[in-house]
């Protein structure tokens, strides 16, 4: 299933044992459900500076340490559970990269309010250009650079260029016609 052409696409790791899975199952796939999102989110802020290797090891600990990714919950933290998480080798301990998540889930609870939640408020400012997306996502939420914001939404179906038009995995994501599929193809150029 590793695809050829000279451009790194993810697919290029589809048959590597950590890799695989992930490329096969979940990235480039249309997300709504919100504790999912939030995931999503959080693993992209623990791999700033790092190997997305080392999250997608860690990431059932990372689970674990965050209930779940529960929004509620981790909004309700408080110094005794940041020290925790700190003290916590299964997870990435980055106290910038905890406090963050943290604030994030008080923003995803406040776009319910605003937008009916995160998935909500993605379909409200959909299609984008990845410069407006990140303008939008560093108004909204912390430790949300260029990076962090272009692989999230090109994970959650938001952004192209997931997998190669020659992967699998690309056929049956067409199938389910993600946001960037609909949007005019204009508005991804020099993205």
């Known amino acids: 299933m590793v695809c050829t052409v000279s451009m790194f696409y993810y697919c290029d790791a589809a048959d590597h044992p950590v890799h695989g899975p992930h490329h096969d199952q979940e990235y480039g796939f249309p997300v709504t459900d919100e504790a999912v999102l939030f995931e999503r989110l959080c693993l992209e802020i623990f791999q700033a500076g790092l190997s997305w290797e080392i999250v997608l090891k860690k990431r059932k600990t990372i689970f674990a340490a965050f209930n779940g990714f529960d929004v509620d919950a981790v909004a309700a933290y408080g110094d005794k559970d940041v020290a ?35 998935a909500g408020w993605l379909a409200a400012h959909h299609p984008g250009h990845k410069k407006d997306w990140v303008k939008l996502f560093r108004k909204t939420f912390r430790f949300t650079g260029g990076e962090i914001v272009n692989e999230l939404l090109m994970s959650i179906g938001y952004l192209p260029n997931a997998h190669r038009k020659d992967c699998p995995v690309y056929a049956r994501i067409a199938r389910i016609n993600p946001p960037w599929m609909t949007a005019d193809p204009a508005v991804f150029r020099d993205s």
Do not use: M, W, Y
């Open 84 to 118: 925790r998480l700190l003290a916590d080798p299964g997870i990435i301990r980055n106290r910038l990269k905890v406090a963050s998540i943290i604030d994030n889930a008080k923003r995803f609870q406040e776009l319910r309010e605003t937008h009916g939640g995160f």
